[in-house]
């Protein structure tokens, strides 16, 4: 497809599950992104990589977050034991190498809900 | 205090009306993107711009480097424009490219 896809789009689980959501990137893009963005507010940065690279985990809350991206394209994202605050949609985003347009792309989002 | 604050949080219009959405932030950027997000989540990217104005449309963004400050101009709105924009700004230091962004804007356009 030309656009950044993710899925699930909706995901509930329920309190303690594990989940994994994944972000499928803009061919040939390098940079990809991870945001949570909680019901009313602004997303928020979650975790970068460069290809396959993570060079930046500084927003995941805690080490119940997890993201890989093992070939350099599809990333996913894990999260363990699912508590009810990790509730939000879950964004990926996909742009050129740094040096080229900032500009990212954002996918639909995968929308969880942690009973 | 966030670093990026924008103001009205809520604005309602009537169609045709002139809408102005400010974004004001407190550290050094290297650029400022302006987003849409429609119900339903997906987020699109109107402007991303580091000096002076852009025109795409009906939309207009500016930004003032120096007074730290970015509007968005909406001119002869119309209930398609009714979404949440949001305001996002690349912190010079720190991860390439990486957003923060401001809490959105939630507009409504009525007939």
């Known amino acids: 497809g030309a656009g950044v896809s993710q899925s699930p789009r909706y995901k509930v689980a329920k309190r303690g599950q594990d989940v994994a959501l994944r972000c499928d990137p803009i061919s040939g893009h390098v940079s990809l992104f991870w945001y949570q963005q909680a019901l009313g507010q602004g997303p928020e940065f979650l975790t970068y990589?460069?290809?396959?690279?993570?060079?930046?985990k500084s927003g995941l809350p805690s080490d119940r977050f997890f993201a890989e991206r093992p070939e350099g394209s599809v990333s996913t994202l894990k999260i363990q034991r699912t508590q009810q605050e990790d509730s939000a949609v879950y964004l990926c985003?996909?742009?050129?190498?740094?040096?080229?347009?900032?500009?990212?792309?954002f996918g639909p989002g995968t929308r969880l809900t942690v009973l | 205090k966030n670093e990026v604050e924008q103001s009205p949080q809520n604005l309602t219009a009537q169609e045709g009306e002139f809408i102005t959405i400010n974004c004001s932030y407190s550290v050094g950027i290297s650029a400022l993107h302006w987003l849409q997000q429609h119900p339903g989540g997906g987020i699109v990217s109107l402007f991303m711009l580091s000096s002076g104005k852009k025109k795409h449309g009906r939309l207009i963004a500016t930004i003032n480097i120096q007074e730290k400050h970015s509007s968005l101009h909406i001119t002869a709105s119309h209930p398609r424009d009714s979404a949440v924009y949001i305001c996002?700004?690349?912190?010079?230091?720190?991860?390439?490219?990486?957003?923060?962004f401001g809490t959105g804007t939630r507009l409504q356009v009525t007939l």
């Open positions: 996002a700004v690349i912190l010079l230091t720190g991860t390439a490219s990486k957003l923060t």
């Open positions: 985003a996909s742009s050129l190498p740094p040096g080229h347009s900032n500009e990212q792309f």
């Open positions: 990589f460069q290809n396959e690279a993570q060079l930046d």
